[in-house]
Structure formats: C-alpha cells, structure tokens
C-alpha cells in the first residue's frame, strides 16, 4: 500500500535509470514519513498549548504536500523536491527551538538530524550544506545566550516532561522507519536487479540456443549442398556408363540372334565388336572420371593429417610446374605457353606437407595454363601465353605467388571459386574440387592463406602465404 502511495507521487514520465528510481522513491518517502510525525508534534503543541510551534508544523505539513504535487506535475527535478524538504524541515526545527529555550530545546537536536537526512537524500555535498546551516543556528543560539538574550521556553514546565520523551521517541522513530524504508526499497531494487539478471541470462541462453541452431542449419546445409554436387557429379559418368553398358548388351544380344540374310556374318559381328570395344572404353573413361571424383572427396577429407617438413620451396615449386605443364602438354600437343619462375634466392626451409602443397602448386599452375589456352583458342595470334611463377619471403613467411594471363575471374564466380564442385569447365574436364582442396591445404593443414587477385580477360593472380612456424 505504501509503494503504491510512493509511487503515485513519481510522475508519469519518469525515465531514469533503476538506481535513479530507488533514490526517488527513498526522497518521497522520507517527505511523506516526515509529514506523518510532524502530525504527532502538532498534537503535542495542541495538548501544550504551544500554537506558535502548531502553526510552523502545519506549515511544514502543507509545503510537503505542496512539495510531492509539484513534483508529481513535473515542476522541479527530484534533487530540488529533497533541498526543499530538508529546508523546510530546518526551517520547523529551527523556529520551534527559538520558541522551546533556543539553545536548551529538545528539538535543536534535530538540526543534526536535517544534515543526516540530507546526506542520505542528496549526498554529501547537501549534507555538509546543512550541517554547516544547522551549525550556524546553534552557534546563533549560544551566542545570543552569551548575549544574555533569554529564549522565552513556553513549553508548560508541568508538560516539561512527557514533552521532552514524545520529541526523543519520535526522533528515533522517525530514524527506524526511515532506515527500515531505505531498507525495503533497497530489497525492492535489488530482487528487480535480480530479475532482470535472470532475464538477461535466459536471454543469454536463448541467443546461445539460436546460435547452436544456425550453426546447425548451416551445416545440413552445406551437407546437403555437398551431397546433391557429389550425387550430381557421379551421376554423370554412372549414367554414361549404364547407358553404354546396356548398348553393349544389346549388341551382345545381335551377334546371338540370327544373322540378317544379305549381310555376310563375319563384317557384321567385326563391326558389333568394334561398337562393344569403344563402349567398354567409354565406360572405363566413365569410371576413372567417378573414381577421381572419389579420389578428390577422399583427399578432401585426409587434408591435415601428413607430418610437416621442412621443404625447399623453389624446388617444389619448379617440379609443380613442370608436372603441370607436360600434363597439359600430354593432352594438347601443339599448345605453348611462355613459363617464368622468379625464384628468391635466399628462401629459408619451410616446413611443409610437400605432396600436398606440390598438389596445391600443380591445380594452381594446371588452371593456369588451362586459362591461357582457352584464351589463345578465342584471341588473335599477337596473344602470348604466359605463366609466371614467384616465391619471395617476407618477415613473418613466405609467399608464393602463380599469375596467368589467361581469360582471369569474372566477379560473380571469383565469390564462389572456393566452393566444392564449382567449375566453369566443360563436363568431364573438370571436377570443381581442385580450388576447394587447395584452400583447405592452405589454411587448414598449415595454417596459411590462399587468395585471388583477378581482372576478366587480362590476368588471374593467386597467391598462398605460408607462415615460418
Ligand atoms: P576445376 O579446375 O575442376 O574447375 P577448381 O576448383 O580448380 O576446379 O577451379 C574452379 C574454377 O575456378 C574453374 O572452373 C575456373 O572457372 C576458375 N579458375 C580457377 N583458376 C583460374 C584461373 N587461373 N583463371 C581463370 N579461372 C580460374
């Protein structure tokens, strides 16, 4: 009942933070607490007759509730409604001690009393303000005694008394209830604090939940990506070789059947076998392309696992290119391409699995050259095709760096180049397994980076950075 009576006098559009609120609701508490005693002492000063002090206490009573209003109405901010009370309550104090024997006064006490409360309302520079009031007051007291300026005490002396006990009590209670509130709005804090601390966590758990999931997701995702390109890859070769393998069996099927009347049998079955012998090596074809598709998959997933050695890279990389070279040549007798190697002459031994980078080196140098051929295939006969190989060691590694001026990347496939199974080769040539494979020999297995650097129809340049350790 008491919270919702504070609360009524914290305006509607309070927005300060939880602690802000907590000192708000302390200050409207202490005013209305206060208001409530200074209600006892008016009785007091009506049983004794004193209606000087009743009338300053009604004042006080009256300018709190004015005080809460305002401040409700939003007129003043909270730290103007707590001056104002330990005012006007210094003000009451101070005007019934002039009454009560000024220096000799039960209530003078409280002028110690408005310094104490102001510090627990404002702080500690209101605190040492009213001291230094309430100070002041006293020392005017005392100094008008030594004056010999008597205070009239009028405070009956048969009252004397039961005054001074009623004055003593209400000051400790009025401590009691004040701590006992602070305490309470305290709790009331901090359960609010804990609240949100545990709202906050589960917010914490949920985001963590959600987290776990997207990883998740991502990875069925990419699993399924991953096994539609590899079923999509198979299916190919699989279904070249179903379809040759049932060719054939119906050839089998004719040199069974009966011979057709005006063809002599020897030619005709010459010629089933023929058709068998080139189907059996279309199939073959076939298979070797799903077997190196397996290879690759299988290569894929060993990534990482060799012992690193330390590996003289200039050599490793002349043998690459050389392998990628006469594999293109073996293929393509009349192609030619213009191959450069700048090699650093004082490239320290890195250590490194050598037949997965030398795999790395050769993909990399094999879609290099492929790149040049295609592109002498579409330019005029002033293009020169050209491949160039570099190592250079920096500080903290070493970089190896294989440029070709052949067609280059566009943007939109540079994006995906890295992917498993992207590949802008005709069915057959390529598998789109060799970059992927690459990135993963690079990054993962020694903790390196591969990169792309491109310009379509002018150049590609792809560079590998190994670290020294
Ligand atoms: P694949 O060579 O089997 O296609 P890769 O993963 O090695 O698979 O390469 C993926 C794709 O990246 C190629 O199909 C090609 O489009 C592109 N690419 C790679 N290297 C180059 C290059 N030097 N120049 C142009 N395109 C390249």
């Not at 010459?270 to 690759?296: D, F, V, Y």
């Not at 003289?312 to 990628?324: I, Y």
């Amino acid at each position: 009942m008491f919270t919702s009576i504070t609360d009524y006098f914290i305006p509607a559009g309070f927005t300060g933070s939880l602690d802000l609120r907590r000192r708000v609701r302390i200050i409207v508490n202490t005013v209305l607490l206060t208001g409530l005693f200074s209600i006892n002492f008016m009785l007091l000063c009506w049983w004794g007759d004193l209606l000087p002090g009743l009338y300053v206490l009604l004042f006080g009573v009256v300018s709190f509730v004015l005080l809460l209003f305002g401040y409700r109405a939003g007129w003043y901010s909270h730290v103007v409604l707590g001056y104002a009370f330990v005012f006007v309550g210094y003000l009451t104090v101070a005007v019934n001690s002039a009454y009560q024997g000024g220096y000799y006064a039960a209530t003078t006490w409280w002028l110690g009393l408005c310094s104490v409360i102001a510090t627990f309302l404002l702080g500690r520079r209101a605190g040492l303000i009213y001291f230094g009031l309430g100070l002041a007051t006293v020392l005017a007291f005392w100094g008008a005694e030594q004056l010999h300026y008597r205070f009239p005490n009028q405070v009956p002396a048969a009252k004397a008394q039961f005054w001074h006990l009623d004055i003593l009590v209400g000051l400790m209670l009025i401590l009691l209830v004040v701590t006992l509130v602070f305490d309470s709005i305290n709790a009331q804090a901090l359960q609010l604090v804990e609240a949100q601390n545990a709202q906050l966590e589960q917010s914490l758990a949920n985001l963590h939940a959600a987290q776990a999931q997207l990883v998740q997701r991502e990875k069925m995702a990419f699993l399924g990506e991953l096994t539609a390109g590899i079923a999509h890859e198979l299916q190919n070769p699989l279904n070249f070789m179903k379809n040759f393998a049932e060719v054939s069996t119906g050839l089998v099927d004719d040199i069974d059947g009966p011979a057709v009347p005006h063809e002599p049998g020897a030619r005709l079955q010459g010629e089933i076998l023929a058709g068998l012998k080139q189907n059996l090596r279309e199939i073959s074809q076939h298979g070797q392309r799903a077997t190196a598709i397996i290879k690759g998959m299988l290569e894929h997933s060993r990534t990482g696992t060799s012992q690193r050695v330390p590996t003289d890279l200039n050599a490793l990389v002349e043998d690459s290119l050389r392998l990628a070279y006469q594999g293109l040549r073996a293929k393509d007798k009349t192609f030619r391409a213009e191959l450069n190697t700048i090699l650093a002459p004082a490239l320290p031994p890195v250590a490194v699995v050598p037949q997965d980078l030398s795999r790395v080196l050769i993909n990399l140098l094999t879609n290099a050259l492929y790149a040049v051929q295609q592109r002498q295939r579409q330019a005029d006969s002033s293009y020169r095709p050209e491949v160039t190989v570099q190592t250079s060691a920096g500080p903290g590694g070493v970089e190896i760096r294989v440029r070709d001026n052949g067609t280059g990347i566009p943007d939109e496939a540079r994006a995906k180049i890295f992917q498993p199974f992207f590949t802008t080769k005709p069915t057959g040539e390529g598998t789109g397994l060799g970059l992927s494979l690459s990135h993963d020999i690079i990054a993962q297995g020694h903790g390196g980076t591969l990169s792309v650097e491109s310009q379509p129809g002018n150049f590609t340049e792809f560079l590998i950075s190994l670290p020294l350790n």
